[in-house]
């Protein structure tokens, strides 16, 4: 008989976006796997897969309702017993915290996912106390946790989380044959490009900053913004697109064709992410990156060879680094991109993510015998 995995995740998105190689792989793998995600309209897509989805219904991604989250995992009790799975993924917060509790409860062998700290475990105060409470109930039988960076293994170590069991993969890695390097752009105008939610922690306040700092000294540079803006900053935003500071196209599905276009991918966040996702896409389309010094950026980012690296939270840390990329021939821009894709080749290959949960499948079923 097949195996069963069942998956536990937040959101729809992020599963297509960046784990659906991995769910191909299971099911290539001869796996029989189900899926538990919010409601979407976009759910027919995982099922194409070869998946089975289950909708949750109480999984706020936000929120601290403690009513709704033991209602949360009174549910995965009760999904765990219709499917009766050999072994359970996790990712994200809420699934991994009580998809984790409720597979221990279940007695069923369970991998865990860090997919970042987020906000509740970023910032010293009596929410990170909860959540780490919460998170070393969750993961006291893991069969094993995956962290995307050394700095959020480190806070899981320092508070002793079933250190036992920690592994380091490289994020959701980059899918290499989507993201192919395009050629170079070699005419005069440098286009820089923002790619995220239009948020603070994101660092849209710097890239702000930086384009006014910009848009009177050199007519040859454009500032370009693709996500949606989840902050009030609709009507700041409106004013810089009108004087011609910035050019925002929205949020758009496919961001290939933007990449292909701009000379430079500029990351600004503070946000607590795992690793960012589109950091290594824009590396492996062959583009340099701009970006903080800050784990699940940094590790993917080699300083002065495929991008420039500044402090969080410096506006004029960034403004540096677009002068020193400015101070470049193309010829010398080029070569970073092509240096970020060697990078993305050598150690950010999805496949390697994708032999990372195999093994640790494996590894889980065999002690479950």
Do not use: W
């Not at 403690?66 to 499917?83: G, Q």
């Not at 980059?174 to 070699?186: A, D, I, M, Q």
């Amino acid at each position: 008989m097949s195996k069963k995995i069942l998956l536990l995740a937040n959101n729809c998105t992020g599963l297509l976006s960046f784990r659906k190689e991995v769910l191909e792989a299971f099911v290539k793998n001869g796996y029989e796997v189900t899926v538990s995600i919010p409601a979407d309209s976009r759910i027919p897509e995982v099922e194409a897969i070869g998946c089975r989805v289950i909708p949750v219904k109480n999984l706020s991604r936000r929120g601290t309702n403690f009513i709704k989250d033991i209602a949360l995992l009174r549910e995965y009790l009760t999904l765990i017993k219709s499917v009766k799975p050999d072994v359970i993924l996790t990712y994200t917060i809420k699934p991994n915290v009580y998809g984790g509790l409720a597979a221990s409860l279940a007695d069923i062998p369970y991998i865990v996912n860090i997919t970042g700290l987020g906000t509740a475990l970023e910032y010293p105060g009596i929410l990170q106390k909860i959540t780490t409470a919460l998170y070393r109930i969750g993961m006291r039988k893991a069969n094993c946790i995956f962290f995307q960076n050394e700095g959020n293994r480190e806070f899981f170590e320092s508070r002793n989380i079933r250190n036992e069991v920690h592994r380091l993969i490289p994020g959701s890695g980059v899918n290499l044959s989507k993201f192919e390097v395009g050629n170079y752009p070699e005419d005069e105008t440098v286009r820089f490009i923002f790619i995220s939610r239009l948020m603070k922690p994101k660092g849209i306040e710097e890239y702000f900053t930086a384009a006014k700092h910009f848009r009177n000294l050199r007519k040859d540079v454009e500032f370009h913004i693709l996500g949606s803006a989840e902050d009030d900053y609709t009507l700041e935003l409106e004013q810089l697109q009108n004087d011609g500071t910035v050019i925002y196209h929205g949020q758009q599905k496919d961001v290939r064709p933007y990449i292909r276009q701009s000379h430079c991918l500029i990351h600004p966040t503070y946000y607590p992410e795992g690793m960012s996702n589109v950091i290594l896409e824009a590396s492996a389309s062959g583009r340099p990156v701009i970006t903080t010094r800050r784990h699940g950026c940094m590790e993917a980012v080699d300083d002065g060879s495929t991008g420039f690296l500044f402090n969080e939270r410096d506006t004029s840390g960034l403004i540096s680094c677009i002068e020193r990329f400015l101070s470049l021939s193309n010829t010398e821009k080029a070569q970073m991109g092509i240096n970020a894709r060697r990078k993305m080749e050598k150690e950010f290959d999805r496949n390697i993510v994708i032999a990372s949960y195999i093994d640790a499948i494996n590894n889980a079923l065999r002690t479950k015998r």
